[in-house]
């Protein structure tokens, strides 16, 4: 069950269409919400919207890892059926038989932890990393914040954002937005191609990002803009092949290089709200860009706001500290820390304090340094 709260202009008919459907019946809704007379809905009145279930796909299937850089190119499709015991979602390949269980079941959709980690991956795709020009802050910054989001394959379906997929859980976005995911996924069409449609591109599925920041995924053809597009990705078996995707080291290096060059829209940028001054001019120690950047993925639009209140609460200026060479840093990023938990009310950063301790930790066994000017990016010189 989903909520949804009535606009001007809003009808039971036309909510019961966007949310269940062309031939959704609107009395499904006033039912459940014990409407007896459909005229009278009120401007910001709550309603229960049941979710639509996604059809089932005949003939379902999926690839297997391939490893382009090794030349390994396994069959390219491979029929599949799906099982649920418990909470498990049980994956078949009927060509085999082999099962696996992938994932658990969750509310709307499911989710998977995933087991391929970020710092597997720079043990092992190392080679990758130096094509891409990852600088070692850069590296150390990313392994400290996707320790608190989620494995390179690592998959949720179950909540508002229909599809979240990787170390960053990109999303497809709720229902009428653009999401994160369709950029990440654009990134990888436009630097691998053949992987992309390897994995995705042959089952139907296309993406379009005018910004490279956000944009929207279409399945045949069709943009996936309403609830009822958008509840189709929650599907195990479009859960199954993104998961099967995050396992390919060509997939994982975009994730990573996406990952770190969100930088670019908010830490490098000037901000009005620090007088014209970046973040990076103010704050430029490794510790400091990974609680940044962690704060950047979970709640992007609070980063600079909270940052500029830190600020001002340490009764100093972004010019003042910006241009002068005191060390002001360690004051500022205790205020920030301070306001990070509260800022925003109710929808303030998740599990604030117990993700600025895993950062704290990262200083005490070396891995992330707290002095100021200490992370270096290589950004300049990376390949677009």
Known sequence: MQ????????????????????????????????????????????????????????????????????????????????????????????????????????????????????????????GLLQQVQMSPSEIKVMLVTSANEGSLDAINTWD???????????????????????????????????????????????????????????????????????NLMRQPLWALRFAIAGMDVLVQSVQVVHGISRLDRFYFTPSQALQGFTLSQILSSEFAVALLLDHHVNRPSQVIPCVADAITRSRLTPAQIAQSSTDSEALIIQNYLTLRETFGGTNAMTKSRERAELARQSIATGNLSPQRFSFRSNRQSRPT
């Not at 920041?213 to 045949?220: A, D, K, Y």
């Open 3 to 126: 909520e949804y709260i009535v606009k001007a202009g809003d009808t039971l008919s036309a909510i019961a269409k966007r949310f269940l459907g062309a031939n959704a019946d609107w009395r499904e809704i006033a039912r459940i919400n014990n409407i007896t007379n459909p005229a009278n809905l009120q401007i910001g009145q709550k309603l229960r919207i049941p979710v639509a279930t996604p059809p089932i796909i005949q003939n379902p299937d999926v690839v297997t890892v391939r490893n382009t850089l090794q030349g390994i190119y396994p069959p390219n499709k491979i029929a599949i059926s799906f099982t649920t015991v418990g909470s498990d979602v049980i994956a078949k390949l009927l060509n085999t038989g082999q099962q696996e269980s992938f994932a658990k079941t969750k509310d709307l959709g499911l989710y998977r932890l995933g087991i391929f980690k970020l710092r597997d991956f720079i043990t092992f795709g190392s």
């Open 160 to 230: 508002s954002q229909y599809l979240s997929f990787g170390i960053f859980q990109w999303t497809l976005g709720a229902a009428e937005q653009q999401g994160e995911l369709p950029a990440l996924l654009n990134n990888l069409k436009r630097r691998y191609p053949s992987e992309f449609q390897y994995y995705f591109g042959q089952f139907g599925l296309d993406v379009t990002s005018l910004d490279g920041i956000t944009g929207w995924m279409s399945l045949n053809g069709n943009r996936l803009v309403s609830a009822t597009d958008k």
